[in-house]
């Protein structure tokens, strides 16, 4: 409209016009690249989906030579370290966030910001070097002293305390979430699986496993989840944190009175987002998974296999059909991450939206 | 943003004794610093590693490992990642080449035609989608549409990191044009400048340092980047500084290889292709924040 009422270009209109179809062309490269994806992807790995149908995904069974595929074992792979690396990043990230956020002086938070910073630069490649060639042969002794102490406890005390933690907690508060899951938890552990704790705790046979995958992962997500939580933390209105310290609150009260109901939504988008993070990156687990096909077990000490380090480290020596199967767990990945990044952004933006509303 | 749903009520409940309240506060305080200590630990780990095993490789014999050829008997011992470096700077190059201009117009289209309509909408959602797209899919996808066709070469991996980076450098860019305050457009405008014309002269250069800043950080990312790479650029041994021809290696694909040899010496090598690499990207991410310092002095 406003191009057209003052149209005093004259023969520059022509070279205006194809400067703003450049910019289209440039901004649908990303619908195409995607819908490429999808559709190539797909198309490559139909020969072994259409033969192997459901069982695809429901089969653990890998046999290249006989031509059988089945991905269950990489997708429990998968899922199992991307937990393992949530559940020790989170509370590190959580923690490193509201540190930099409301407890470092102003001048530190800057040089605090570039450390955690660097270790987002770090290449994958490296960590996985790390990973395989340190501490794979360090941390071993310490899966196994882990063993050795699970096993020793009686099996109820491991449930036992995690439902005391959790009446604990609904004490103090009665309608706290958290609470009422350990409670819940520690009570279906105790009625049903008392041997859980010992067998995820089980025996180590090696220094490569879903749990050295877990914690090299949880470094690497570690930056992502704590840049994006310290955004989210830092949208909490001043006015409610003051007003909370005016009461006569101290620090700790004052984050879970004013800043943690305000970032909750944005804290789990930001969870969910280093989630897809753990469950894509594909080097660091390729090399310090332990490449154990077939496997599925509670083991957190036991080697495995996920879906990216399979295509990398199977990739060299496939043959045709093996190559299409390992286009099929690509797919079977590339549709897993995005699904999470589509729930995690959406999460993000609404918390985002709605604080912002909040403020004005 | 009309939704004025009440605030929850705060659980704030200062009945509890004082003596108390303080001692869980400090407890509180106390895990927030272990959680930075934590964090700290690995860090200073690897680098400890990196440097301490990766220097005794990389310098000895200066500069040797930078220019040998990599052995093509790996238990061997001695120099050579030239032919990594190379293909790293190639790679990455042409990458940087192809994503840049394409994410600044992509985001220029963004913010300066989509604004909020739904199609920009709807770009601006699949871009961020884009960021999450597990780098190894990247690599998958480039070996259909290109390797398979034209074979290993510095520029099969050269087109997996640009898809890489694209999103990243879109979703930058339009971060710094929306800093660009809209009375420079409008005085613009005023001369009687077209649009084109005023984004190009006006509008890019106003945001040019984050710009660049943005771009520079999406640029050390893919340098480290290895699962792309393992489809389309092959494992050359000797050099080769042809883009389109031919197999070549890169660091990180490299460091890969020789992680999982039994060899000491292919993993010494390893190692002093870890501080290159490290070295490498921390020497882009430092020059990426002089242009943010630079642009923090400007405001």
């Known amino acids: 409209m406003f191009d057209r009422a003052m149209d005093l270009r004259g023969s520059k209109a022509h070279a205006d016009t194809a400067f703003r179809w450049g910019t289209l062309v440039a901004a649908c490269l990303v619908l195409l690249i995607l819908g490429l994806i999808a559709v190539t992807m797909t198309n490559r790995s139909w020969p072994v989906l259409s033969r192997m149908g459901l069982d695809f995904f429901t089969t653990k069974r890998w046999a290249a030579p006989d031509g059988i595929f089945g991905a269950l074992s990489f997708i429990w792979g998968t899922l199992y370290t991307a937990l393992i690396a949530i559940a020790l990043a989170v509370p590190v990230s959580l923690g490193v966030a509201l540190f930099i956020t409301q407890i470092a002086?102003?001048?530190?938070?800057?040089?605090?910001?570039?450390?955690?910073?660097?270790?987002?630069?770090?290449?994958?490649?490296?960590?996985?070097?790390?990973?395989?060639?340190?501490?794979?042969?360090?941390?071993?002794?310490?899966?196994?002293?882990?063993?050795?102490?699970?096993?020793?406890?009686?099996?109820?005390?491991?449930?036992?305390?995690?439902?005391?933690?959790?009446?604990?907690?609904?004490?103090?508060?009665?309608?706290?979430?958290?609470?009422?899951?350990?409670?819940?938890?520690?009570?279906?552990?105790?009625?049903?699986?008392r041997t859980i704790p010992q067998e995820i705790f089980g025996p180590s046979p090696q220094g490569r496993s879903f749990a050295t995958a877990g914690v090299i992962l949880a470094v690497m997500i570690i930056p992502i989840v704590t840049s994006l939580s310290r955004e989210v933390i830092e949208t909490t209105p001043s006015n409610e944190k003051e007003a909370a310290l005016a009461l006569g609150a101290t620090r700790w009260e004052m984050i879970k009175a004013a800043v943690f109901p305000h970032s909750k939504g944005g804290l789990v988008g930001a969870v969910m987002l280093g989630l897809g993070r753990a469950m894509g990156e594909t080097i660091a687990a390729a090399l310090v998974i332990g490449s154990a096909t077939g496997q599925i077990s509670m083991n957190v000490f036991a080697a495995g296999n996920s879906m990216p380090a399979t295509i990398a480290n199977e990739w060299g020596e496939a043959d045709s059909p093996h190559k299409s199967a390992l286009i099929a767990l690509a797919v079977t990945l590339f549709v897993i991450t995005i699904v999470v990044n589509l729930i995690a952004s959406t999460i993000v933006r609404r918390s985002m939206a709605r604080s912002a509303g909040k403020r004005a | 943003?009309?939704?004025?749903?009440?605030?929850?009520?705060?659980?704030?409940?200062?009945?509890?004794?004082?003596?108390?309240?303080?001692?869980?506060?400090?407890?509180?305080?106390?895990?927030?610093?272990?959680?930075?200590?934590?964090?700290?630990?690995?860090?200073?780990?690897?680098?400890?590693?990196?440097?301490?095993?990766?220097?005794?490789?990389?310098?000895?014999?200066?500069?040797?490992?930078?220019?040998?050829?990599?052995?093509?008997?790996?238990?061997?011992?001695?120099?050579?990642?030239?032919?990594?470096?190379?293909?790293?700077?190639?790679?990455?190059?042409?990458?940087?080449?192809?994503?840049?201009?394409?994410?600044?117009?992509?985001?220029?289209?963004?913010?300066?035609?989509?604004?909020?309509?739904?199609?920009?909408?709807?770009?601006?959602?699949?871009?961020?989608?884009?960021?999450?797209v597990p780098s190894i899919v990247m690599g998958l996808f480039v070996y259909i549409m290109w390797t398979l066709t034209f074979g290993y070469s510095a520029f099969g991996g050269s087109l997996a990191l640009s898809?890489?980076?694209?999103?990243v450098v879109i979703g930058s860019t339009e971060e710094m044009l929306k800093l660009v305050p809209g009375h420079l457009r409008e005085a613009a405008y005023a001369l009687g400048t077209t649009k084109s014309r005023t984004i190009l002269t006006v509008v890019l250069p106003a945001a040019l340092p984050g710009i660049v800043s943005g771009a520079l950080l999406a640029v050390a990312r893919a340098a480290g980047e290895t699962a792309p790479l393992l489809f389309t650029i092959g494992a050359a041994t000797a050099y080769n500084p042809q883009l389109f021809d031919g197999a070549n290696n890169a660091l990180s694909a490299q460091i890969f290889t020789n992680a999982t040899s039994s060899f000491v010496a292919a993993q010494n090598r390893a190692w002093g292709a870890a501080l290159t690499l490290v070295l490498l990207t921390f020497l882009i991410t430092l020059v990426a924040r002089v242009f943010t310092a630079r642009l923090a002095l400007k405001r």
Not at chain 1, 121 to 150: D, M, R, T
């Open chain 1, 105 to 193: 002086p102003p001048w530190l938070k800057k040089p605090l910001v570039y450390i955690i910073d660097l270790l987002a630069v770090v290449p994958s490649v490296v960590f996985g070097l790390w990973g395989v060639l340190v501490l794979s042969g360090k941390i071993q002794g310490l899966y196994a002293e882990l063993h050795k102490g699970v096993a020793m406890l009686p099996g109820f005390l491991i449930p036992a305390l995690v439902l005391a933690l959790g009446v604990f907690i609904l004490l103090g508060q009665r309608r706290s979430t958290a609470g009422w899951a350990l409670a819940g938890l520690g009570l279906l552990l105790l009625l049903f699986g």
């Open chain 2, 1 to 132: 943003m009309t939704s004025m749903e009440p605030t929850p009520t705060p659980a704030l409940d200062l009945t509890a004794k004082l003596s108390w309240r303080v001692a869980k506060n400090a407890i509180m305080s106390g895990l927030m610093l272990t959680a930075f200590l934590v964090v700290a630990v690995p860090l200073i780990a690897i680098l400890w590693s990196v440097v301490g095993k990766g220097a005794a490789t990389a310098f000895a014999g200066f500069p040797d490992f930078f220019t040998a050829e990599i052995p093509v008997v790996s238990r061997r011992a001695g120099p050579g990642m030239g032919p990594a470096i190379l293909g790293t700077l190639l790679v990455t190059g042409a990458a940087t080449l192809i994503a840049v201009p394409l994410g600044i117009l992509g985001a220029v289209y963004l913010h300066e035609y989509g604004g909020n309509r739904k199609f920009a909408r709807l770009v601006r959602f699949m871009s961020m989608v884009m960021t999450g």
């Open chain 2, 163 to 167: 898809c890489l980076m694209l999103p």
